[in-house]
C-alpha cells in the first residue's frame, strides 16, 4: 500500500518553460514533505519543503504547493533548465507525531530538452 | 562543508556472505537514518539512530539486518547471510538536531551491493 504516490514516471518539457511535478498522499497523518532530486549514481539532493501549516514555499526557481484537503502537493520549477533533468522524489514524515522516517514515492524522471 | 560519505561505493558478494556498510555523517548531526532503494522505487525507511540509539528500527526487513551507532557518529549496517533479495542501494542520511521537527534529511551517494 503506497502512502505516497508520483503517478508520472516521466515528465518532459522545453528550456525555459515551467515544470510541475505532482504528488499524492494517503495519510492523514503526515505534515512535513519534502522534494529530493537525484542524478544517476549520487545520492538523493534536499531541494524545498513544506511543513503542513503553510500551503505555499518558494526558494528560488523552486515552489512547492501543498493542497491538505486534497492531499497533494506538487513542485514547480520555472525556468526549467537542461541541468534540471534528474529524477524527482517527493518524501513525507509524520513529523509531528514523532516519526523522523520519511516515505517516498517512486519518483518522476524530469527531462529539459534545450 | 563534508557532506554524508559511505563506504565501500560498491560492494559485491555472494549469497550467505556477511557485509558491512558504513556510513560517516555530516559533523554535529546527531541523527542519522539507513534506507534502501531497489531498481524503479524510491528509498525505504530501514532504521534511525538519534545519538548512539536505535529510536525506529521498524524498516528493518528481518533479523539479519542489525545497525549500530556506537558513539553517535559514525554508523555500520550489518547483514548476515545475504539473500539475491538483499542487492540494492544503501543509502545514508544524516540530519541537524534543530529545535521543532522538521529537519530536512541529508543523504550520502550510497552503497550499491549486489548478491550474486
Known amino acids: 500500500d503506497q502512502q505516497v504516490k508520483q503517478n508520472s514516471p516521466s515528465l518532459s518539457v522545453q528550456e525555459g518553460r515551467i515544470s510541475i511535478l505532482n504528488c499524492d498522499y494517503t495519510?492523514?497523518?503526515?505534515?512535513?514533505f519534502l522534494w529530493y532530486k537525484k542524478y544517476p549514481a549520487e545520492g538523493p539532493t534536499f531541494l524545498i519543503s513544506?511543513?503542513?501549516?503553510?500551503d505555499k514555499n518558494e526558494d528560488g526557481r523552486f515552489t512547492v504547493f501543498l493542497n491538505k484537503s486534497a492531499k497533494h502537493l506538487s513542485l514547480h520549477i520555472v525556468p526549467s533548465q537542461p541541468g534540471d533533468s534528474a529524477v524527482y522524489f517527493c518524501a513525507a514524515s509524520a513529523a509531528q507525531g514523532g516519526s523522523e522516517k520519511l516515505v517516498f514515492g517512486k519518483g518522476t524522471k524530469l527531462t529539459v530538452n534545450p | 562543508g563534508a557532506g554524508v560519505s559511505q563506504t565501500p561505493s560498491n560492494k559485491v558478494t555472494e549469497k550467505g556472505k556477511y557485509v558491512e556498510l558504513r556510513c560517516d555523517p555530516i559533523?554535529?548531526?546527531?541523527?542519522l537514518y539507513w534506507y534502501r532503494q531497489s531498481l524503479g522505487q524510491g528509498p525505504e525507511f530501514l532504521i534511525y539512530?538519534?545519538?548512539?540509539?536505535?529510536?525506529?528500527d521498524s524498516g528493518l526487513p528481518n533479523d539479519r539486518f542489525f545497525a549500530v551507532r556506537p558513539e553517535g557518529s559514525v554508523s555500520t549496517l550489518k547483514i548476515q547471510r545475504t539473500e539475491r533479495g538483499d542487492s540494492a542501494v544503501y543509502l545514508c542520511?544524516?540530519?541537524?538536531?534543530?529545535?521543532?521537527?522538521?529537519?530536512?534529511?541529508?543523504f550520502g551517494p550510497g552503497t550499491r551491493l549486489t548478491v550474486l
Open positions: 542520511a544524516s540530519s541537524p538536531n534543530r529545535q521543532g521537527p522538521y529537519n530536512e534529511q541529508f
Open positions: 495519510n492523514s497523518m503526515f505534515d512535513y
Open positions: 513544506i511543513s503542513s501549516i503553510k
Open positions: 539512530f538519534q545519538g548512539t540509539g536505535a529510536a525506529d
Open positions: 559533523s554535529g548531526h546527531t541523527a
